[in-house]
């Protein structure tokens, strides 16, 4: 019996990098698990193949997360085949690295709106259908670079600030309906993002870093298993909480 046998997930960017990692741990406990994917069709397939090894259901979505209409027809077809829709974890995010001069509406605008306006878009619409069963988990993978702040990140720390503030607030108008928010703060995780921004000799499995308190980078899995706590029965009085995953690098 795992922690989430027979709940309905959807994972935003569920395709590649934590996204994967938060699938594969959700499928682990028991879920069936829609993966979002906006491009590379092909990894979302060989997830769903994986996903299904463990015997649950598992489906690939096509949604752009920016867009109200494709979003809300994904969470709607995901709630048409499968009858509900019991978790959402709102992974999708950008971080097109730019010098703070440099960050031009275009970069801006589409960074806000696929970590901002995506999370909205996407709760709003699993909530309507979280509201009528009475019940519903949602996070949102946010990041410590939201409060300690990125040189080459104003937008995108922006764009997860106002993550933050919409956990607390979701909770807030959520909570009478049965539908617990909350948010974990990502850091020192390698994915695709960032990874030509690594010294090599920390690429790899649980890769040593002597400077963080933990001693190593994180992986996907250490996300999903995260995860799997905030979306499951053993957080039922957890709420509008910031969980920082990150091998203790929000403390440095």
Request: charged content about 20%.
């Amino acid at each position: 019996m795992g922690k989430l046998d027979g709940r309905n997930a959807i994972v935003t960017g569920g395709s590649r990098g934590i996204g994967r990692g938060i699938c594969f741990e959700l499928a682990k406990e028991g879920a069936n698990v829609a993966v979002n994917y906006s491009s590379h069709p092909e990894e979302a397939r060989t997830v769903v193949e994986e996903l299904r090894s463990f015997g649950g259901l598992a489906t690939a979505v096509k949604a752009d997360v920016s867009v109200k209409t494709e979003i809300s027809a994904m969470v709607e077809q995901v709630r048409s085949e499968w009858g509900s829709v019991d978790i959402l974890v709102n992974n999708a995010g950008i971080c097109p690295f730019r010098d703070f001069f440099d960050i031009d509406e275009v970069s801006w605008t589409r960074t806000i709106g696929v970590n901002l306006s995506g999370v909205f878009y996407a709760s709003q619409a699993a909530a309507r259908h979280m509201k009528e069963q009475g019940k519903g988990a949602i996070v949102h993978i946010s990041t410590v670079t939201a409060y300690r702040g990125g040189m080459e990140q104003v937008h995108y720390a922006a764009s997860k600030g106002g993550v933050n503030s919409l956990t607390s607030s979701m909770a807030c108008a959520l909570g009478h309906y049965g539908i617990r928010v909350n948010a974990i703060l990502c850091g020192g995780v390698i994915t695709d993002i960032n990874r030509d921004r690594v010294p090599v000799h920390l690429h790899g499995k649980k890769a040593k870093h002597p400077e963080l308190p933990s001693g190593r980078l994180g992986d996907p899995e250490d996300l999903g298993k995260a995860v799997v706590y905030l979306v499951s029965d053993d957080s039922e009085w957890v709420t509008g909480a910031q969980l920082a995953v990150d091998g203790g690098s929000f403390v440095m």
